[in-house]
C-alpha cells in the first residue's frame, strides 16, 4: 500500500479490510498527485497550487478513510453532501483570499482576515502610501487571478495525464464560474447608477473602477453622469466572463465532473487521428489591463503533447501567446518541462518568459519539484509584475 494509505490506516481512518481493495482500485484508475511548493517573490502559485493539493487530500480522507465506516445509507448521502459543498467551496474561496493576500504582500502592503461572512470572508488590505493605481490594481485582481490559475494548471493536466478524476476535474469549473457569480449574484450592481463608482462594492467593481484609472481615463462626466465608456466596459467584461466558458465544451464536462461521482473521472477528448490530434480550451482572467482571454490548444503529435495559447484582452492592448512542452526530455530519474510566453502590452511594450521545471525522483512515490526562470517587466498570470526571477520548490507525492 503506498504511503499516504498506510498512515490513515494507521491512524484509524482507513478499515483494515478494504485497505487492499481501495489501494488496487485507485491504481488502476485516473492519475494522482499531491504537490507542495514555496514559490518566489509571493507567486500566486503558492495558493492556487497548494490549495488544490489539500482539496484531494481532504476529499480522499473522507472517501476512503470516514465513507466505508458509515452505516447508515441516509447520513452518509448525507454527509457526503455537505462534506463535498463545504470542501468545494473553500478550495474556491482559499486561493481567492490568498490570491488578494499574495499580491498585496508583492508591493509591501498588509492584508488582514477580518470575519467569515457567507458566502465570502470580509477583509482588508491596505498598501503603502502612494502606492500607484497598477499596485491596487494587482491586489484587487489577486483572487481571480489565483481562481484562474487553479484552472488552467487543472486543464494542463487533464491532457497532460490523459485525464483526471471528478473531483479535481470537476474543481476547474467552480473556479471558471466565479467571476460571472461575483458579477451577476454575489456583487451585482447597477454600472449606470453613480453612487456604484463611488461605494465600489464587490471586486468586479473595484476591477472595473481600476482598470478605468489605469489609464487617467474619467469615471465620470461633467454633468456627474457615469462615463457611458466605462458602463461599457463593466457590462462587457462581466458578459464576455460568461460567454468565453460557455464556448468551452469542457466546461460542460468539467460542470459534469463538479456534480458527478467524485471518485469516477473524465479523459480528454481530441478530433484527429492516434498520430495527430487537436483539442482546446478558453480561460477568462482578469488583469492589470482588463479582461484577459486566453484561447488553448492541446496538440497531440507521435505520443508527445504541445500546449499552445493564444491571448487578447480589452480596453487595453494585451496581446500574447505561450507554448508548454511536458516531458520533453525524460530520463529514468528526471523528467523536464519547458514553458515560454511573449507578449505585447499596453504600458509594458513586448516582453516574456521562460522556465524549466524539474521533476527528479526521490523514491516510488516522491519527487522533488522545482521550478526557474525567467522573466521581463510585464504582465503574467500570478507572476510578479516587475523583471526577474520566476519559480519554485516542492514535493510532489504520486499515488
Known amino acids: 500500500m503506498r504511503t499516504f494509505y498506510f498512515v490513515l490506516l494507521l491512524s484509524g481512518l482507513l478499515p483494515c479490510d478494504i485497505s487492499a481493495q481501495m489501494d488496487s482500485s485507485i491504481r488502476a484508475g485516473f492519475y494522482r498527485d499531491f ?12 495558493a492556487s497550487e497548494n490549495v488544490r493539493s489539500s482539496l484531494k487530500i481532504l476529499n480522499d480522507a473522507y472517501q476512503i478513510g470516514l465513507k466505508p465506516r458509515i452505516r447508515s445509507s441516509f447520513l452518509r448521502n448525507a454527509t457526503e453532501i455537505t462534506w463535498n459543498t463545504l470542501l468545494k467551496w473553500s478550495t474556491l474561496l482559499w486561493p481567492h483570499e490568498f490570491g488578494h493576500l499574495l499580491r498585496t504582500h508583492q508591493h509591501g502592503g498588509k492584508f488582514v482576515f477580518q470575519q467569515f461572512r457567507f458566502p465570502g470572508i470580509v477583509s482588508a488590505l491596505e498598501l503603502p502610501a502612494g502606492a500607484p493605481t497598477e499596485h491596487h490594481l494587482l491586489a484587487l485582481i489577486g483572487g ?39 458579477a451577476y449574484a454575489f456583487a451585482a450592481q447597477n454600472p449606470k447608477d453613480p453612487q456604484t463608482w463611488i461605494r465600489q462594492e464587490g471586486d468586479p467593481v473595484n476591477f472595473a473602477h481600476l482598470t478605468w484609472q489605469m489609464g487617467n481615463r474619467a469615471v465620470f462626466n461633467a454633468d456627474s453622469t457615469v462615463n457611458p465608456d466605462l458602463v461599457r466596459f463593466y457590462q462587457q467584461a462581466n458578459l464576455i466572463s460568461v460567454i468565453w466558458n460557455l464556448l468551452d465544451w469542457n466546461f460542460y464536462r468539467q460542470a459534469a465532473a463538479f456534480f458527478g461521482n467524485q471518485v469516477a473521472g473524465k479523459k480528454p477528448i481530441y478530433f484527429g487521428s492516434e498520430k495527430s490530434a ?7 482572467n482578469t488583469s492589470v489591463l482588463g479582461a484577459e482571454l486566453y484561447f488553448w490548444n492541446y496538440i497531440k503529435h507521435n505520443n508527445r503533447l504541445y500546449a499552445l495559447y493564444v491571448k487578447g484582452g480589452f480596453p487595453y492592448q494585451n496581446l500574447g501567446l505561450g507554448l508548454t512542452i511536458p516531458d520533453l526530455l525524460t530520463l529514468q530519474k528526471l523528467s523536464v518541462d519547458v514553458h515560454a510566453d511573449l507578449w505585447q502590452q499596453d504600458f509594458y511594450g513586448t516582453g516574456g518568459s521562460a522556465y524549466a521545471q524539474l521533476y527528479i525522483r ?38
Open 35 to 46: 504537490t507542495g511548493i514555496y514559490a518566489a517573490n509571493h507567486d500566486l502559485l503558492n
Open 144 to 182: 481571480f487571478e489565483a481562481n484562474a490559475l487553479s484552472a488552467r494548471n487543472i486543464q494542463l493536466d487533464f491532457y497532460r495525464h490523459g485525464g483526471l478524476y471528478n473531483d479535481e476535474f470537476g474543481m476547474a469549473f467552480g473556479h471558471r464560474i466565479l467571476y460571472p457569480l461575483y
Open 278 to 284: 487537436w483539442f482546446y480550451n478558453t480561460l477568462f
Open 362 to 399: 526521490l523514491s516510488q512515490d516522491f519527487d522533488l519539484v522545482g521550478q526557474s526562470g525567467y522573466k521581463t517587466r510585464g504582465y503574467l498570470t500570478g507572476r510578479p509584475i516587475q523583471e526577474g526571477f520566476i519559480g519554485f520548490l516542492g514535493l510532489r507525492y504520486r499515488l
